[in-house]
């Protein structure tokens, strides 16, 4: 445990970003939005009181503070020089990508557009009445509910009795079905809008719940990293001498297929795709993974653009001044981490 205070953006990527350092302590130009600069240690910046949980249950933090020694060994490799296996690199992105509070700002924000798609789908009544008679005609899901019934009302039966029941149900449950037909479809929209209305209420506690625990089945985000191993290839480039990366509080940002930057795992869907994601290490230095064939033609201004505006507050560097740092501060949170609420909306509808 690491105490109650919580680093998302964790010291093991900030570090590298320090124009100072005093024994332990490390120093970073930090850049924020409404605050201006400053130069905090990073001991104190990017961190929340309880932002993977309670005192009451310190699993999750526990699980990744034990996985940051190796992601920092893969910072300091990449920074030496050393050859760094790109199973390695997809790791790091992936670990880092999920845990910000920018993309844990933006799946919540996500939630009231879900609820919005969700009300659309459930409450249209010739959809409603629609899905809600093909569930209670549909031969395996109408036999399922009869034997539930029978189940209920006389206990377990020998099979004979039990099939012998349900050819007597059937012709009942047939013409009960056609004749409430009307008021089933009335409950049926009253107890979606009831659990629509209770989860319009509670949305950020559910929203917040269902990202810990989403990230909880696997903080390390080893199954994503595998796949993206697989699917990109990986590199590292340097700055040229005049410029210089800056680190956005979002960690990893992506360029997908869509030809929009979004934050990595942001896809909502399966048309699009991650073409190419990038994270720098260093002022000099950003792994960049992308389409086997088709690196991206991103420089450094590109990436430094991208970082700061898909950031939610703040970003860092090791210095106060130059590279546009003023322009790159006025850009912060400019972009859509994700997506707009009416494309999410559309999308889902439509499925």
Not at 198 to 204: G, I, L, P
Not at 237 to 243: G, Q, V
């Amino acid at each position: 445990m690491s105490g109650r205070k919580h680093h998302y953006l964790p010291q093991l990527i900030q570090r590298p970003f320090a124009y100072r350092q005093q024994g332990k302590e490390f120093y970073v130009h930090a850049h924020h939005r409404t605050r201006g600069r400053f130069t905090p240690n990073t001991r104190g910046l990017g961190k929340e009181l309880d932002f993977y949980g309670g005192p009451e249950d310190t699993a999750l933090d526990d699980a990744i503070t034990r996985g940051e020694d190796a992601l920092a060994e893969t910072v300091q490799a990449i920074n030496r020089g050393d050859a760094v296996a790109p199973a390695d690199m997809a790791t790091l992105i992936c670990a880092l990508a999920f845990r910000t509070k920018s993309m844990r700002e933006a799946l919540v924000g996500l939630f009231p557009a879900l609820l919005e798609a969700l009300r659309v789908k459930l409450l249209d009544p010739m959809r409603l009445r629609r899905d809600l008679m093909a569930s209670l005609t549909d031969p395996k899901e109408r036999k399922r509910l009869i034997y539930e019934q029978i189940d209920k009302n006389m206990g377990p039966l020998p099979r004979e009795q039990r099939a012998k029941a349900y050819g007597l149900l059937l012709p009942r449950w047939k013409t009960e079905v056609a004749k409430q037909e009307q008021q089933l479809v009335a409950q049926a929209w009253q107890l979606a809008y009831f659990v629509l209305s209770k989860a319009r209420a509670e949305a950020d506690t559910w929203a917040n719940n269902a990202y810990l625990q989403a990230l909880a089945k696997d903080p390390a985000m080893a199954t994503r990293a595998t796949r993206m191993a697989t699917d990109l290839t990986f590199c590292v480039i340097d700055a040229p001498p005049s410029e210089f990366f800056i680190l956005g509080d979002c960690g990893s940002v992506a360029m997908f297929s869509d030809g929009k930057p979004k934050l990595m795992l942001a896809a909502i869907s399966d048309d699009v795709v991650i073409n190419a994601v990038f994270l720098p290490v260093s002022p000099t230095r950003c792994i960049v993974g992308h389409v086997p064939n088709t690196p991206p033609c991103l420089g450094v201004a590109d990436i430094n653009r991208m970082s700061a505006s898909l950031s939610l507050e703040f970003f860092i560097s090791d210095r106060d001044t130059g590279g546009e740092l003023d322009s790159l501060r006025a850009a912060i949170g400019s972009l859509v981490r994700i997506e707009t609420e009416e494309d999410i909306i559309r999308s889902l509808v439509q499925e």
